[in-house]
């Protein structure tokens, strides 16, 4: 039989965590079920240090749900992962595994926050924290003894793969960066960006190339199983009918909208990427009480990506509580902050010493600071407040009187890194428990 609530959200990011903290705390007679589908929490922005060390994964990670589960009065926690969503029923069913195997769930309004498809660098749903380990180390320990890797996709996570791979594991082995157009951050500064920079575009490629000794490779790949990473030897067959041989392939780009578990009558519903069709309000077009954050047809523009996501998780909790109450959703306006930036506000090439970081979107007052001898900035880089917590200019953004980049960013970053999870739901990393290494997958 199935539980009722008013509210189901779906995810395990800062974007259902964001929707299901709205509902808590603004609508606290509204029931909501917070399915987040694994019993363990894994800081997902710190992929690329822990995956090519996994000694550092625990650190990002709490395998402990009394710590991190937020204690709401109208929010019950769900630890197993979707099976399938029936938007005519308005039914959700979990997989047969984990705490709440089997659970029926229906809701009068859902929020999906399931993100994109991304192997390896995200847990796939279902796994359990013993899992999530062995994979982690399985990676660590491939990258470590390959002597080629090859990392696709050019992007921000690829660029930030390669430079993290060489932190933690040299450069004794060969590593190429696959990219469909044979240049790097083709959607962040280059062709493909809102506002391209050639400049940025060109010294990335130069850093990699000169600094990291990667070799920014053209070409593509249209076979499916080539959206999985591989950890042994093999050869990849390109489009253009070359090979390329790997010991280590991982594929650092998003496969596509976790939306396959949805069922409906409706053919509508999605569209051919998989993204959820929907209007302006974030709200399906075909199912009005399903709204959705970032898989939609309705693009969200603009950096930090977090904000923006959590900007309109926050739209989208209010929006389903409207159509509960027979009120007409609202427009989503993006009203968080920091306000969107056209680019992202840095780019980074690996983490801490041996790392190299580019702000690349600083405030005009960081440029013309002069450093102080307690290490803070003056006017405002960084604010006097925050002088007893983090480096003033030489150490955040760069060697003092120089361009702001370079392996002191890099540092900072890590630090920077660490003080973000609590502010999206994170809480008690640094804590496998008991889980690892004695429970046995889920059955």
Not at 78 to 94: A, R
Not at 416 to 436: I, M, Q, R, S
Request: aromatic share 8%; proline share 8%; hydrophobic share 35%.
């Amino acid at each position: 039989m199935a539980s009722s609530f008013d509210v189901a959200v779906v995810g395990a990011g800062l974007g259902a965590f964001h929707a299901a903290e709205e509902l808590a705390k603004k609508n606290k007679n509204t029931k909501v079920a917070f399915i987040y589908g694994y019993t363990f929490q894994e800081w997902v922005m710190a992929s690329a240090i822990f995956l090519n060390n996994p000694d550092e994964h625990q650190k990002w990670t709490c395998g402990v749900p009394e710590k991190w589960k937020q204690k709401w009065p109208n929010v019950q926690y769900f630890l197993s992962s979707v099976e399938s969503i029936d938007c005519d029923k308005k039914e959700i069913k979990l997989m047969n595994k984990g705490p709440d195997a089997g659970a029926v769930i229906s809701y009068k309004a859902v929020i999906l926050a399931t993100g994109s498809k991304s192997p390896l660098l995200t847990p796939a749903p279902g796994m359990s924290l013993t899992e999530r380990v062995a994979e982690v180390r399985a990676c660590g320990q491939a990258l470590k003894s390959a002597k080629t890797v090859v990392f696709n996709g050019s992007g921000l996570v690829g660029v930030e793969m390669c430079g993290d791979f060489r932190v933690q594991n040299g450069y004794g082995a060969k590593v190429i960066l696959l990219s469909r157009s044979g240049k790097v951050l083709d959607s962040d500064f280059g062709d493909k960006a809102h506002t391209p920079d050639a400049g940025v575009v060109t010294k990335v490629a130069n850093i990699l190339k000169d600094k990291f000794k990667v070799d920014v490779k053209q070409g593509s790949l249209s076979d499916p199983k080539f959206s999985e990473p591989i950890l042994s030897p093999g050869t990849l067959k390109l489009d253009d009918g070359s090979t390329l041989d790997f010991d280590v392939y991982i594929p650092c780009y998003p496969v596509g909208p976790n939306t396959s578990s949805l069922v409906s009558s409706k053919s509508d519903l999605l569209d051919p990427r998989g993204a959820l069709v929907t209007n302006e309000c974030l709200q399906s077009t075909a199912h009005p009480e399903v709204f959705c954050v970032g898989i939609t047809t309705v693009k969200l523009f603009g950096h930090p990506v977090s904000s923006r996501i959590t900007a309109a998780s926050q739209h989208c909790a209010r929006q389903a509580v409207a159509v509960i109450e027979g009120k007409q959703p609202q427009v989503f306006k993006d009203t968080g902050a920091p306000p969107a930036m056209p680019q992202p506000m840095n780019v980074k090439i690996g983490h801490g010493p041996g790392g190299y970081m580019i702000w690349t979107s600083l405030p005009g007052p960081a440029k013309v600071c002069c450093c102080q001898y307690c290490k803070g900035g003056f006017p405002c880089c960084p604010p006097p407040c925050c002088w007893c917590c983090i480096p003033g200019c030489s150490g955040a953004c760069g060697t003092c009187g120089s361009p702001p980049e370079g392996e002191g960013p890099a540092k900072f970053m890590v630090q920077l890194l660490a003080k973000f999870p609590p502010a999206h739901g994170f809480k008690g990393l640094g804590d496998y428990g008991a889980e690892v290494p004695t429970q046995a997958k889920m059955t």
